[in-house]
């Protein structure tokens, strides 16, 4: 945010000094050219009405010079080498930098400053001499005119202060235009660019992009816009693979629920067949067609529960839960279960209390659909161990055995929907939802699983991290 605000900043400053520079060279211009152009309009109305004419004569003290002095001006008579030779009462030699300060306006005598015409002319011997007639500032003003009746020449003089003003004014306007010309292109083209871009964004098109130069909060405005037409890219994308696997979810499911109705129907045909024959093998095929409902039962509960877990008003009903005693339970649950599948059953959870907030039907279903995992997945006498330790303010479930291992092309994507091995496929009670609802129920508990294969002393384990919070 400090970065962005001294960018801006510095863009302003840049814009400021640009602008001014081009004002002030406008002003030095139109300045300038006034200056030239009034010094010499005074210097000629001065040389017609006041400067007398000394080219050719000997004698300066004849010169009529009552006008002059009636204004408080006189006139010097220098040589080549600016020393005085007119009036000779005091010896007199200026130096170069005095005639400068004279004809600027800036020689000084007893603290009044006076102006200085300088006119070269050769005399009666001609000689070269130079005519330095001077005149008080106060006889010459700093305005548009001199102090003389205010006639022809004097009007003019106005004039090219007014011309002055309104070519300072003229150039004023066109830098104004320009720098707001130039605000405006880099302002409305990125600004056009980016309703253009809106408007295909609001038509369908999610895969436009912006990329232009201009100011940096344009270039961010570009950013935000990349990035949302991606994030809303990405979530077509996503409702379609959603989509796709749905009409997935209806193929695979029947296909999967055929099997074991099918079975039901044989065996009960069987069963009316028997009764009609009077045979003793009743009980036994109404055992198997029981069987059979519960698969299907099972599966369809495992398709409704994800369902519901995709759904977009899916929500969590959690509580404050002892997680050791709550995997304690489940635990003693499913004991006979795997006990029944003859597998054995090792567990290493302490008695130290861990209360975290957790949907205890969701997280008992996640749970025992690893452990079911780990039974039907593996021959007899698997050793299964589940382990519960906390660390770093974190809780780890471990769920491990030294059972079969998982291929290679299964582990990378074992949390999607509807993955099964070779064997599982032939399984009508497995699914392939048992993993995709254990990853979807813990992400919605913002906890993590990880899979290791080996693990430890162990093939491979299923590991639970879950924050304490």
Same mark, same amino acid.
């Given at each position: 945010? !400090?970065?962005?605000?001294? =960018?801006?900043?510095?863009t ?7 602008f001014?520079?081009?004002?002030? #060279? %406008?002003?030095? #211009? ?13 210097v000629n ?8 004419s000394?080219?050719?004569?000997? @004698?300066?003290?004849? %010169? ?7 204004n408080?001006?006189?006139? !010097? ?14 010896? =007199? ?21 006076y ?11 001609n ?14 003003r700093?305005?548009?005119? #001199? ?12 004039? #090219? ?5 309104i070519?300072?004014? %003229? ?9 707001? =010309? ?14 253009e871009?809106?408007k ?5 098109n999610?895969?436009k @992009? ?5 100011e940096?909060?344009?270039v ?7 990035? $949302?037409?991606?994030? $809303?890219?990405?979530?077509?994308k ?14 695979d499911?029947?296909?999967? %629920? ?9 065996y009960?045909?069987?069963v009316?067949?028997?009764?009609e ?13 029981? !069987? ?12 409704s529960?994800?369902?519901? $877990? ?5 929500k969590?009903?959690?509580?404050l ?6 995997v ?20 290493e959870? &302490? !008695? ?5 907030f957790i949907?205890?039907?969701?997280m ?5 659909n690893?452990l079911?995992?780990?039974v039907?997945?593996? /021959?007899?006498?698997t ?16 769920i491990? /055995? ?6 290679? &092309?299964i582990?990378?994507?074992m949390?999607?929907?509807f993955? =099964? ?16 609802i254990?990853?979807?129920v ?17 093939t491979?384990?299923f590991?639970?991290?879950?924050p304490?919070?």
């Amino acid at each position: 945010m !400090e970065n962005r605000k001294k =960018k801006l900043e510095v863009t302003l400053i840049k814009n400021f000094c640009f602008f001014s520079i081009v004002i002030v #060279i %406008i002003f030095a #211009i139109v300045a300038s050219v006034i200056s030239v152009f009034n010094n010499s309009k005074i210097v000629n109305t001065l040389e017609e009405k006041y400067i007398v004419s000394c080219e050719g004569k000997s @004698r300066y003290e004849d %010169i009529d010079i009552s006008e002059l002095k009636r204004n408080g001006a006189w006139f !010097e008579i220098l040589n080549t080498d600016y020393e005085r030779q007119y009036p000779r009462a005091e010896y =007199k030699k200026y130096t170069s930098i005095e005639i400068i300060d004279i004809v600027n306006g800036n020689y000084e005598i007893d603290g009044k400053k006076y102006r200085g015409i300088v006119k070269k002319f050769y005399d009666e011997q001609n000689r070269q001499r130079i005519q330095v007639t001077f005149f008080p500032i106060d006889f010459l003003r700093v305005t548009p005119t #001199i102090n003389i009746p205010l006639e022809a020449e004097s009007i003019h003089f106005l004039g #090219i202060y007014i011309v002055g003003i309104i070519l300072f004014g %003229i150039g004023y306007c066109l830098t104004v235009f320009c720098v707001s =010309k130039k605000i405006k292109v880099e302002l409305t083209k990125p600004i056009n660019l980016l309703k253009e871009a809106m408007k295909e964004l609001g038509s369908g098109n999610y895969k436009k @992009r912006l990329s232009f130069k201009a100011e940096y909060e344009f270039v961010e405005m570009a950013n935000s816009f990349n990035c $949302m037409a991606q994030e $809303m890219e990405d979530a077509v994308k996503q409702k379609e693979e959603e989509e796709r696997l749905r009409r997935q979810l209806i193929s695979d499911i029947g296909h999967d %629920i055929r099997t074991p109705l099918t079975v039901v129907q044989g065996y009960l045909l069987t069963v009316i067949n028997d009764l009609e024959n009077s045979k003793s093998k009743n009980i036994e095929y109404l055992k198997r067609c029981f !069987e059979s409902s519960v698969e299907m039962e099972q599966l369809l509960q495992q398709l409704s529960d994800y369902n519901r $877990m995709f759904r977009v008003d899916y929500k969590l009903n959690k509580e404050l839960v002892d997680f050791t005693e709550f995997v304690k339970n489940i635990l003693a649950d499913q004991y006979h279960y795997i006990e029944v599948n003859k597998n054995i059953l090792r567990v290493e959870v &302490d !008695e130290e209390e861990r209360n975290i907030f957790i949907d205890k039907r969701e997280m008992r279903r996640a749970i025992i659909n690893l452990l079911n995992n780990a039974v039907q997945h593996n /021959d007899e006498d698997t050793t299964i161990e589940i382990r519960l330790t906390e660390y770093d303010r974190k809780i780890y479930l471990v769920i491990a /055995d030294d059972g079969k291992k998982i291929p290679k &092309d299964i582990s990378s994507c074992m949390y999607e929907p509807f993955v =099964k091995g070779d064997q599982s496929r032939n399984d009508s009670s497995n699914s392939g939802l048992g993993l995709a609802i254990v990853k979807k129920v813990l992400d919605v508990h913002e906890a993590a699983i990880y899979f290791e294969q080996p693990y430890k002393k162990y093939t491979k384990a299923f590991i639970i991290v879950m924050p304490v919070k």
